[in-house]
């Protein structure tokens, strides 16, 4: 047991440093999104943003030839993603690096392909899709999840669980415009199966939290914290008929 009352954000950190990802997905996604993409060769270089410490960085590096960069604001994020290059014989040419979405250290036109699994919602599809485009190569890809409306009908509850979380949900037909108004081609958009938020993270989230409960003695804002995650799942089974992830796939014109 710890004396010390942990921060909100200490929590949430702690929550998720451990977990193989920090947000919906899976293998299975990822390889239904790559499928979408055009070839790369060992010269390129893709860049995995918001890439948490690196779950899908590392399925992305059995795939695709070339150089990864994953960028993170947290840098406890980042050095676990490159703790897992090296275990994984990767750090040749797969690495993490502390940065912020929506100020990208990369060399213009540089990138051959950006990849973003549950993360631009933070900053904005728009935002982020636009500010992103500069990056690109002419003919470089993007593959990006968020979360989406599916229905015109968008529950209250939900609306106001994520704003207040930091996201704002859009629709499916929405964010498929903003990416053609950034200067994309639009290749392909799927929703992400149910299995990516229970078992992908859900589940291994819960059991996380059920240790900070113990080690910190269920204090207050662990069961704050343990309470808003509670409410998060009960939504999602409640209205995702409403809203899921959805992976959106462009190509730079
Ligand atoms: N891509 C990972 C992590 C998703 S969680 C996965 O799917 O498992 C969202 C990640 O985005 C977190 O790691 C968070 O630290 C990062 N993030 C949020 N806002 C950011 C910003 N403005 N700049 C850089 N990273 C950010």
Redesign the pocket.
Known sequence: MENKQPTFLELLLEAHIDLE???P?SRGAIEQALKFLGPLDGSSVTAD????TG??TMILAEHLPGTIVG????PD?VKRLNERAKTNGLEGRVKGIV????ALPFVKGSLDLIW????VD??GFREGVSHWRGFLKQGGYIAVSCPSWFTKERPDVVERFWADAGSRLDPVEKNIEIMKDCGYAFVAAFALPEECWIEGYFSPREKAIGKLIEKYDNCDTVREYAELNRKEVGLYRDYKQHYGYVFYIGKAV
């Open positions: 990802r920090q947000g997905g943003l918001g890439c948490g779950g899908q960028l993170d604001m947290f994020f940065g912020k979405m929506e973003s699994e549950g993360a933070n900053i």
